[in-house]
């Protein structure tokens, strides 16, 4: 089996508050991630590369072994449940939460215990459906890959589930929360098989992140 351990993380807030971790787990990349092209990136450990992906597909890389080690959002891990990765270590970096939203004007006159049929647009599909599967409210689900907030504004959706952690966003487009989901934070995560095979050296690397995440 392949000597290098390979640790994937995506772009963005979850590499921004990664780095700091990492740093204090011992680990420094051979060049700044946040300036850099480069997909697979060197560490100050011979055997320790970074390797730089979109968020939703770190657990894809993980489940089937091309990254050993991945940093991932609670709220990717929800909607690739099943996946069949160890969840870890809960890192407490990148930190909001899931919720459903709606126009203020709907907010105000709403009561999430009268629900029994929902229109929501959202990229947390599976999410959203085992949500409200559980409470026996029906949905129709519209898929979308980004800029939910503006679903309601236009009438694609009557609602929204989406991360919120200022709630700027909603504000600044006249939505409010009404429910909670989930809290989210990043995880590391681990390749099963690999966790086997490369037991002492991941093993020592997951210590030293868990210590750091304290
Ligand atoms: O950007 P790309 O399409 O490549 O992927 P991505 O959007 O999934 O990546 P990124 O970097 O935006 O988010 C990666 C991870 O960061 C998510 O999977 C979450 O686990 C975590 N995270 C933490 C967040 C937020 N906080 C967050 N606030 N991800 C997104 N947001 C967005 C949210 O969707 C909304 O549009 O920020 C907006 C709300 O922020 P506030 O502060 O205005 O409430
Ligand atoms: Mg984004």
Redesign the pocket.
Known sequence: MDATIRLAL??????E?SLPLLKRAGVEPAEDPLKSRKLILDTNSPDLKLVII???DVPTYVRFGAADLGI?????LMENEGDGLYELVDLKI???RLMVAEPVGLAARDDPKSWTRLRIAS?YVKTTQRHFAAKGIQTDIIKL?????LAPLVGLSDRIV???????????NGLAEVEHIAD???WLVANKAAMKMKHARLKSLVDRLAQAAG
Not at 10 to 15: E, H, N, P, Q, Y
Not at 145 to 149: D, K, L, N, R, V
Not at 162 to 172: E, F, I, R, S, Y
């Open positions: 995506s772009k963005g807030r979850i590499l508050e979109r968020a939703a991932a959002g609670k709220d990717v990148a930190r909001c990229k890959y980004g800029s939910m907030e989406d991360l919120v952690d200022t709630g700027k966003t909603l504000k600044a989210i934070s990043a």
